[in-house]
């Protein structure tokens, strides 16, 4: 390949070039491991080559990674919180062009791929405030002529494992709050993305070489399960973040757990949206459809479970079956696309096979069901009816396959939620305060994100991100989850000349 088709000639405004090396390591772009081709899921066309990381790229990266966090751990924060500013601001500039590798690469519809990159702005503006308040506390000693402190310092090197569904977005979730909390990041990002991974390291290493900082504050790399698992064993990186399935998610916790490091796991969802019968149907129907079709239902928060009112169930369902039927499918550069292709060949045979799956568990199409006859991975928008307690219901088919069931009591619909393995995201549609507030107490949800009135996805990076259960316990984005990229200290301080002991002990 020597130059990029026509209609790939945008990326050459992000640094992307036919062939391009998949590893930013000590300030070079290199790679000595396989060639890899980035493939448009929209016709399963070649968009570039790449070459990914060997075993000794990875080291060497890691050495110079490991050299660097020395000298960004004793830059202020506010500081690091001017660089990360200055990466936002480089990212809005090629904002266009990023979020339209995003939907180009990944398949998601371009609204959603340039979403994608602004929620990473987002979080270079909340972590630059953030930069100005890693505050500890002063507490108070039970001994005379002493002072105790909680001292929040850097963990030295942060590892961030991330998926194909958001395949820079949930980079910025964790690399903005490490870098603020003066961690630097090595990223592997998902191999089936690795254009997105090259375009978006160029970006942030650009703003840090203008600032006379080693390039290896952010190292990344493009490879396989090889280099994830190098990271998941390496004594140099104390905290693991790792986003993709319940399954690998248990694999990476105990590779990282048994060297005594920390993880931060975001795996799978299997998020429900109850509609009571008092529900504002027009406006629950419209937030189901967004929750179960965009991003072709591979987000980890896509609807997957609808649990209707009996009163309203056919009122919903009817509503919500023809708004399927009018869903344009199709590019998901095209203006008025709703659904793109899924992600990979892979991703449509599992559909497929998921299909048939449901039908042997006794689940009734009610429309779509079938792959679309194309040159890429597209699949119709699926609505099954199923009892809650199918078997298949249990687990995360990532696609566009929203299960609908039926229930009588709050009580119910509750307990349907909270009966599988994973515990993301859910939400509830009522008017009524005394459901709301059951919802969101201890007897309700039992998910992390726990909504009412809108749907499970499009979380806001103010709060924090994650979920309980077979999702993981990880929390990222907003709140305090800065916390999770430090170690705490607690500091105890005497400025007297007496040694007295806590609890009053007297030790002669």
């Known amino acids: 390949m020597t130059s990029l088709k026509k209609e790939y000639e945008f990326l050459n405004d992000i640094g992307l070039s036919s062939r391009n090396s998949g590893c930013y390591i000590d300030g070079a ?28 790229d990875y080291e060497e990266g890691m ?35 990023l979020g339209r590798l995003v939907s180009l690469e990944m398949g998601k519809i ?4 340039i979403g994608e990159v602004q929620e990473i702005i987002d979080m270079c503006d909340f972590a630059v405030g953030l930069s100005r308040q890693l505050n500890g506390s002063i507490i108070p000693s039970e001994r005379p002529n002493h002072m105790m402190l909680e001292m929040w310092n850097p963990l030295g090197i942060v590892g961030v494992i991330t998926a194909f569904n958001f395949p820079c977005a949930v980079m910025g979730w964790n690399a903005c709050l490490a870098l603020v909390c003066g961690n630097c990041v090595v990223w592997k990002g998902a191999p ?13 290493v650009e703003v840090l070489e203008k600032n006379n900082l080693p390039g290896a504050i952010f190292t990344s790399f493009c490879g396989g399960a090889e280099i994830g698992q190098a990271i998941a064993e390496d004594t140099r990186i104390p905290l693991v973040s790792f986003t993709g399935s319940s399954k690998v998610g248990l694999v990476v916790q105990k590779i990282v757990n048994e060297r005594f490091g920390k993880c931060l796991l975001e795996l799978s969802g299997n998020n429900a949206i109850i509609v009571m019968d008092d529900a504002d149907v027009k406006l629950a129907v419209r937030s189901v459809l967004f929750a179960a079709v965009g991003t072709a239902g591979q987000r980890c928060t896509t609807c997957r479970r609808l ?9 919903v369902l009817d509503q919500l079956i023809d708004l ?29 096979k998921g299909i048939e799956i449901i039908k042997a568990q006794g689940g009734k199409i009610l429309t779509g069901g079938a792959l679309i006859e194309s040159e890429g991975n597209f699949v119709q928008p699926t609505i099954v009816e199923i009892s ?121």
């Open 324 to 352: 399927y039927k009018q869903i344009k499918i199709g590019d998901p550069l095209e203006n008025g696309t709703l659904l793109g292709p899924l992600h990979t060949q892979t991703s449509r045979n599992n559909f497929e």
């Open 307 to 315: 649990l209707l009112h009996e009163s309203i169930y056919h009122t």
């Open 110 to 113: 371009l609204a959603e791929g």
């Open 29 to 56: 772009w290199k790679g000595n491991g396989p060639i890899v081709y980035s493939i448009n899921p929209a016709n399963n066309q070649t968009i570039a080559e790449v070459i990914e990381a060997s075993p000794q």
């Open 388 to 508: 809650p307690t199918a078997n298949v219901v249990k687990d995360e088919l990532f696609g566009p396959v929203l299960y609908v069931m039926k229930f009588k009591t709050l009580n119910e619909a509750i307990e349907i939620n909270n009966s599988v393995p994973q515990g993301l995201s859910s939400s509830i549609f009522t008017g009524r305060p005394d459901i709301l507030f059951k919802w969101i107490g201890p007897q309700g949800s039992d998910c992390g994100i726990v909504n009412v009135n809108i749907p499970t996805n499009g979380a806001e990076i103010g709060g924090a991100f994650g979920g309980e259960k077979a999702t993981g316990g990880g929390r990222e984005a907003g709140s305090d989850s800065w916390k999770q990229y430090m170690r705490r200290s607690t500091c105890t301080i005497n400025y007297g000349s007496e040694l007295p002991l806590a609890q009053g002990i007297n030790f002669g």
């Open 192 to 204: 089936t993305t690795p254009l997105i991974t090259v375009a978006t390291t160029k970006i942030v």
């Open 63 to 97: 050495k110079a990674c490991s050299e660097a966090s020395k000298i960004w751990m004793q830059v202020p924060a506010p500081k690091r919180g001017e660089i990360v500013r200055q990466i936002g601001d480089a990212l809005r500039s090629k904002l266009q062009q």
